[in-house]
């Protein structure tokens, strides 16, 4: 119960990554806040956590819009009175191009939810943070780690973001707030599994055999599920955390060493 009593809100609630920090941050006692745009899949997730005994909030959200992420905060203050931690989960796939072709408007684009969405939430939330001595998370990405193509779009939104994080930690760990980053690779989820699925099939394999190649040059020889990158979200957002601030975590199974 690293997180009793505490208020987390989480931004980007989906069927994999966004759906483990709600339901983790739950089962370690906090009072989740569930923020992204579809109500229908935010209605799902709450079901899950009230089942489990624990408490939701449901505030359908485009953080990319002022008015609706100052709402968001509203509702928050409003529902609990306090906020104890903020997780940047929300994520828009950047082009998949190479930088030298790629279109500056769609990589413009890409950054609205990527980084400034980011940015956004955690200055409106900044004021609620610093009176708990709370804390923000950022979701990154093991791209950070290589430059493979057609990642650069990617790579630039996460590097971009990673140096919002520690910028943010310098700036706020006066006002008591810590900023860190979790930076996942691979993740054993839905998506990953149609896409290993759709492999198999054009290869004539088995999804298996696709999973058993790509884990092949990971330490532990597999990959990291869903839960296994919410708890390092969980432990950034508690106390056991409490001196840590700037820093960025990696949990990738042994993928890249950093």
Known sequence: MLL???VVVVSGIGPGLGQAIA????KAG???????RTEKRLRKVAAVIEELGG???VVPTDITDDAAAQE???ATQEEFGRVDALVNNAFAMPPMADLADVAIDDL???????VFAALRLTRLFAPALAE??????MINSAVLRHSRQPYGPYKMAKTTLLALAQSLATELGPRGIRVNSVAPGWIWADTLK?????LATERGVTAAEVYTETAADIDLRRLPEPDEIADAVVFFASEMSRAITGTCLDVNCGEFHH
Request: hydrophobic content about 45%; proline content about 0%; aromatic content about 14%.
């Open 30 to 36: 906090a009072k989740v806040v569930l923020a992204s």
């Open 132 to 137: 708990r001595n709370g804390s923000v998370v």
């Open 4 to 6: 009793r009593d505490k």
């Open 55 to 57: 408490s939701a909030l």
């Open 108 to 114: 413009r684009a890409s950054f609205d939810t990527n």
């Open 23 to 26: 339901v983790q941050s739950a």
């Open 72 to 74: 968001l905060v509203r």
């Open 194 to 198: 149609w896409y290993f699925d759709y």
